[in-house]
Structure formats: C-alpha cells, structure tokens
Nanobody, 123 residues
Framework: QVQLVESGGGLVQAGGSLRLSCAAS????????MGWFRQAPGKEREFVAA???????WYADSVKGRFTISRDNAKNTVYLQMNSLKPEDTGVYYC?????????????????WGQGTQVTVSS
C-alpha cells in the first residue's frame, strides 16, 4: 500500500506560480513511478506530468515549458512546479503512484491516488 498526501494548491492570478507537493508513505518511494493528473469541472481526469524512478520524465503538451516535475527521494516527496499559470490550468490536481509499466499517461494505470488539491487560476 502507498499513501499519498498532496499540498500546495490555492488561488493565483494568471501568470503566477504555485508548487505542489505530494508526500508518499508505505513503500520504498525511490522505486515508485510518480505522476500528476488534474481534473477540471465536467471534464475527465487528464495527465499532467510523470517522473519515473529510473529518471524518465514525461509532460503533457499543454504544460511543457511551464511545469516541472521533480522528486526528492530522501523526503519521499514529488513536486510539481507550475509557472506561467493560465485559467485553463484550473482544476483539482492529483498525485498518483505505481502505474502499470509503460502506461504513465493513463489514469487507469495507476494503483494509488492522493485526495487532490485545488488549483484556481484567475484571469
């Protein structure tokens, strides 16, 4: 079992920045692939970014160049630094862990989820 707790969401103006954190417990964090997803009202949950335990990094096209995913294995934490935020980035952001190998883009592939943190970007 893996427990995930997100933090760092909030309200920010367009063009601003936020850093989300996801603290993991329950399994060896350093061997987990980790991902971030988001869900806007009335829309499906969508992939944002992922960081593999072997070093691979993946981003959705919509966030490339603006968001950065990183991890600190000593703190069992994965981060999502979000810069140049846009109103369309608004949603609940979820941390996820342990996807089926090769399926980092699919929400259905992840075994563990956090409770989510709200990000609201005003125009």
């Amino acid at each position: 079992q893996v427990q995930l707790v997100e933090s760092g969401g909030g309200l920010v103006q367009a063009g601003g920045s936020l850093r989300l954190s996801c603290a993991a417990s329950g399994r060896t964090f350093s061997s987990l692939d980790m991902g971030w997803f988001r869900q806007a009202p009335g829309k499906e949950r969508e992939f944002v970014a992922a960081r593999g335990w072997t070093g691979g990094i993946w981003y959705a096209d919509s966030v490339k160049g603006r968001f950065t995913i990183s991890r600190d294995n000593a703190k069992n934490t994965v981060y999502l630094q979000m810069n140049s935020l846009k109103p369309e980035d608004t949603g609940v952001y979820y941390c996820a862990a342990d996807p089926i190998r090769g399926s980092v883009y699919s929400a259905q592939a992840y075994a563990y989820w956090g409770q989510g943190t709200q990000v609201t970007v005003s125009s």
